[in-house]
């Protein structure tokens, strides 16, 4: 697959990269269902894509076994990162993801809030939604994504620094305890 060394270690950053891209657009916007399934691994490249946009805005809260982790960062994920685990590219990553994500902010909320009015898309399943913490119109939902973005905390009024919310969410997402209370099928040790 990788006759040479340099092309090996390409392809483990392209595959630490993308991980913490999508952890951090993942986490904006609340998307659970992060089970192996639900991550495509190429192998020629090393990039990871996701898949199945069902479980957005923290719907994954609302499952009989609520999601606590705001995405996938098991064992195995942290061992393919490299000698340094998380704490090598996939911080820096994440943390400049997580800028972007901030400096457009204006720019992202106006194309999400056009997919919230479409009449035609149910982002927002009112059955179901059980939990306070999470959004059940179109305004909470922007507001959800809003906060995100700019480093709040459900119920603080003091936004993170980037540095500190990719630690926050790191530390939710890699929590034992977190892990363990995850539906079986979702493979939390895997």
Same mark, same amino acid.
């Given at each position: 697959?990788?006759? *040479?060394?340099?092309?090996?270690?390409?392809?483990?950053?392209?595959?630490?990269?993308?991980?913490?891209?999508?952890?951090?657009?993942?986490?904006?916007?609340?998307?659970?269902?992060? !089970?192996?399934?639900?991550?495509?691994? /190429?192998?020629?490249?090393?990039?990871?894509?996701? $898949?199945?946009?069902?479980?957005?805005?923290?719907? @994954?809260?609302?499952?009989?076994? &609520? *999601?606590?982790? #705001?995405?996938?960062?098991? !064992?195995?994920?942290?061992?393919?990162? @490299?000698?340094?685990?998380?704490? @090598?590219?996939?911080?820096?990553?994440? /943390?400049?993801? +997580?800028?972007?994500?901030? +400096?457009? /902010?204006?720019?992202?909320?106006?194309?999400?809030?056009?997919?919230? !009015?479409? &009449?035609?898309?149910?982002?927002?399943? =009112?059955? =179901?939604?059980?939990? #306070?913490? $999470? &959004?059940?119109?179109?305004?909470?939902?922007? *507001?959800? $994504?809003?906060?995100?973005?700019?480093?709040?905390? #459900? @119920?603080?009024?003091?936004?993170?620094?980037?540095?500190? +919310?990719?630690? *926050?969410?790191?530390? +939710?997402?890699?929590?034992?305890?977190?892990?363990?209370?995850?539906?079986?099928?979702?493979?939390?040790?895997?």
């Amino acid at each position: 697959m990788f006759p *040479e060394p340099s092309a090996w270690l390409t392809a483990r950053l392209r595959y630490t990269r993308s991980c913490a891209v999508m952890s951090m657009v993942g986490s904006s916007l609340g998307l659970g269902d992060r !089970h192996g399934e639900n991550i495509l691994f /190429e192998e020629g490249t090393g990039e990871i894509l996701h $898949v199945d946009f069902n479980c957005l805005f923290d719907k @994954g809260l609302t499952l009989e076994m &609520p *999601e606590l982790v #705001p995405f996938r960062l098991t !064992h195995n994920m942290i061992d393919a990162f @490299g000698a340094y685990g998380y704490n @090598g590219p996939f911080r820096k990553t994440c /943390e400049l993801t +997580q800028g972007l994500l901030r +400096q457009n /902010e204006d720019s992202l909320m106006t194309i999400l809030e056009t997919f919230l !009015h479409d &009449p035609t898309t149910d982002f927002i399943d =009112k059955k =179901k939604r059980t939990n #306070p913490r $999470v &959004p059940d119109t179109p305004e909470a939902v922007l *507001e959800f $994504v809003r906060n995100r973005l700019r480093g709040l905390l #459900p @119920g603080e009024s003091v936004p993170l620094s980037v540095g500190g +919310q990719v630690d *926050e969410l790191i530390i +939710q997402a890699t929590s034992i305890r977190n892990l363990a209370a995850m539906y079986i099928g979702w493979c939390a040790f895997f």
